[in-house]
């Protein structure tokens, strides 16, 4: 199926992001939000960044004003009966997201792909809430969604070839550099990346070196393009630990759980670039 209608439900940071990526693309795009104010926060926030990339001459200001053309917002799920696929970025909790299926099936044509960005939880419990659930897959974006080209392509057990095809297709056609993996604890990148920073993270108490040392250490020894310190300065301190539990909580080794200090600096406040100090100060 040739997807030309983008579904977004929950337009925060992912939701927005997915929407642009979407609007990009050429898509119709409904974006459903919990109220109409952010719903316009979302549609201010994308062309911010459209109007940026047609001041870098990334873009023209024609493609910029068709691009927010196609773009509605809603607080209606009822609206997004039309989509082709509806990619959902709500809050990371399984009940809320297992009831939003529910109801999408209920709504959406019955050939609708229904793809949720969850980062660590089941693919395959939220399908469990469907009824045909051979139409529901990951397509787990990375933050932010407009600029980072993966997207992992997560199949359930119960994806049908059909869904994981018709999403791989589409982000491929929009830009992105898409990558088929099964339904496993934090996927490809986060099983691997989460981990390892937190290996990164226990290093620096453990060989007594600072957050600087540390990065110029990786990025010059290792040839990492940015140092673990301040990768997880911009994930944010909150998010990679929530991460990490799940992981932890999944797969039981030790290295998943995340490091004493970043969770004394995630009670302190001090989340990364977002509050302005993590490692770093900004
Ligand atoms: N932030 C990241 O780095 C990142 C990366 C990859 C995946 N994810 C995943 O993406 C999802 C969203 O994360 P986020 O960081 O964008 O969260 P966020 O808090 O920025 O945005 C969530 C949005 O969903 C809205 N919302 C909640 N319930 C809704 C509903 N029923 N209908 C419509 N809107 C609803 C909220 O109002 C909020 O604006 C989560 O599953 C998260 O794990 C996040």
Excluded at 139 to 158: G, K, Y
Excluded at 182 to 211: K, S, Y
Excluded at 255 to 279: C, D, S, V, Y
Aim: aromatic share 4%; charged share 25%.
């Amino acid at each position: 199926m040739k997807i030309r209608r983008v579904g977004v439900v929950g337009l925060g940071t992912m939701g927005a992001g997915i929407a642009q990526v979407a609007l990009q693309a050429g898509n119709e795009v409904v974006g459903r939000e919990v109220s109409e104010d952010l719903g316009n926060g979302a549609r201010s926030k994308i062309d911010h960044f459209l109007t940026r990339a047609v001041e870098k001459g990334r873009m023209s200001a024609e493609d910029k004003e068709a691009a927010l053309g196609r773009l509605s917002t809603t607080t209606e799920l009822e609206a997004l009966a039309d989509s082709d696929l509806v990619v959902e970025a709500i809050v990371e909790e399984l009940e809320p997201k297992r009831e939003l299926f529910a109801e999408l099936e209920r709504i959406c044509r019955p050939d609708a792909v229904l793809a949720t960005n969850t980062s660590a939880l089941s693919v395959s419990k939220i399908a469990e809430a469907v009824e045909h659930p051979d139409r529901v897959i990951g397509m787990h974006f990375f933050n932010p969604a407009p600029l980072l080209p993966l997207v992992e392509i997560v199949r359930a057990q119960q994806s049908s070839d059909g869904a994981v095809d018709a999403a791989y297709e589409w982000a491929e056609q929009a830009g992105k550099q898409p990558v088929r993996c099964n339904d496993t604890p934090g996927f490809i990148v986060n099983r691997v990346l989460i981990p390892l920073l937190n290996d990164c993270v226990r290093v620096l108490d453990e060989a007594n070196v600072t957050p600087g040392d540390l990065d110029r250490a990786m990025t010059n020894g290792a040839g990492w393009p940015m140092g673990p310190c301040e990768l997880v300065d911009l994930v944010g301190i909150d998010i990679h630990n929530h991460a990490s539990e799940a992981l932890h909580a999944a797969l039981g080794e030790e290295r998943m759980a995340p490091p004493e200090r970043l969770l004394r600096m995630q009670a302190e406040g001090k989340l990364g670039r977002k509050t302005g100090e993590g490692f770093f100060t900004y």
